[in-house]
């Protein structure tokens, strides 16, 4: 089983990044699949959750109106986006899946919100 993060990176306050989040060795689109990020000194919390057919999402009130989540089974990948950053964003973003007992974590991406 491998999540794979990518595209996290160094942007002005402002701007936009899109995370993806690469999944292989189990049937992803039966899974419901979360962004979370975890600053530092902070516990870890939930962004953004999409269930596995893809037409039901949530999102963290912090991040509402400026990120969007989702996903595309064909490439068993689930994306984030993220516009309107502002520098309280930065953390380390991790993609996580669910089946019932079943939890599966990716090595995170970091994204750093700074002029």
């Known amino acids: 089983v491998q999540l794979v993060e990518s595209g996290g990176g160094l942007v002005q306050p402002g701007g936009s990044l899109r995370l993806s989040c690469a999944a292989s060795?189990?049937?992803?689109?039966?899974?419901?699949m979360r962004w979370y990020r975890q600053a530092p000194g902070k516990e870890r919390e939930l962004v953004a959750a999409i269930n596995s057919g893809g037409g039901s999402t949530t999102y963290a009130d912090s991040v509402k109106g400026r990120f969007t989540i989702s996903r595309d089974n064909s490439k068993n990948t689930v994306y984030l986006q993220m516009n309107s950053l502002k520098p309280e964003d930065t953390a380390v973003y991790y993609c996580n899946a669910v089946l019932s007992s079943r939890d599966y974590w990716g090595q995170g991406t970091q994204v750093t919100v700074s002029s």
């Open positions: 060795g189990f049937t992803f689109s039966s899974y419901r």
